[in-house]
């Protein structure tokens, strides 16, 4: 069972343009929502996160939405850049409650590609 | 510094052997983690390790076995490697409940 499903898979964007990436979630007790960012060859480096109390976190061209009821959340990268080009994760996590806490459940990921 | 390091970057094996990775972060934080990355790019999380608890999951084959010297270690054992275990193996770090921090990841073959 995934737990967080993660739309497009793959994206391509060109240069200037806004890529936007979705995910859902199922488990109600998540409460953190980072996105990671990954080039080939590396380990996944966080982008940007966002706990529930709020709806919108901006970080420089890097936007997360969250939306609580629907069980969604987005990145938004504005004023995409060839080296914005890397896979995207979306990940979500829980408070400790036991056995399993802390561990992030990871989306499938998007291949973002922006071209020149 | 290299906040989170594993070795080897890179390691090639024949099916039926036994082979470790290790892993070290110099960031002072309590919980440690080790998650697969398949060939699809999937991250799953196999183990974390909090204060010497180690909690297991499920749909880890008990051919792997972290083991933990200290706050700042974990290294992966695998016995009696199988085809299935080609992956790129990560290693994270974090204060518990906090941004999680990666390596730059092992990739295993076995052939």
């Known amino acids: 069972q995934q737990q967080v499903k993660q739309s497009p898979q793959s994206l391509i964007v060109q240069k200037g343009g806004i890529s936007i990436i979705n995910c859902a979630y199922e488990?109600?007790?998540?409460?953190?929502f980072p996105w990671y960012q990954q080039f080939p060859g590396k380990g996944p480096a966080l982008l940007i996160a966002?706990?529930?109390?709020?709806s919108e976190k901006k970080e420089g061209r890097f936007t997360i939405s969250f939306n609580k009821s629907a069980k969604q959340f987005s990145l938004h990268i504005m004023d995409s850049q060839p080296g914005d080009s890397a896979t995207y994760f979306c990940?979500?996590?829980?408070?400790?409650?036991?056995?399993?806490?802390?561990?992030?459940?990871f989306g499938k990921g998007t291949k973002l590609s922006v071209i020149p | 510094d290299t906040a989170v390091s594993q070795t080897p970057k890179y390691l090639v094996t024949q099916m039926g052997n036994d082979k470790s990775i290790k892993c070290e972060q110099n960031?002072?934080?309590?919980?440690m983690y080790w998650y697969k990355q398949d060939s699809k790019k999937f991250l799953k999380i196999m183990f974390s390790?909090?204060?010497?608890?180690?909690?297991i999951n499920e749909t880890v084959p008990n051919r792997f076995s972290p083991k933990s010297p200290d706050k700042a270690h974990l290294n992966l054992h695998i016995n009696s490697l199988e085809l299935g275990d080609s992956a790129v193996y990560f290693c994270?770090?974090?204060?518990?409940?906090?941004?999680?921090?990666f390596g730059p990841g092992t990739r295993l073959t076995v052939l």
């Open positions: 960031l002072g934080h309590d919980t």
């Open positions: 994270a770090s974090s204060r518990a409940g906090d941004t999680q921090y």
């Open positions: 488990n109600t007790a998540f409460d953190y």
């Open positions: 990940a979500a996590s829980s408070a400790y409650s036991g056995a399993g806490s802390y561990q992030l459940t």
């Open positions: 966002i706990r529930p109390d709020v």
């Open positions: 390790y909090n204060n010497k608890e180690l909690i």
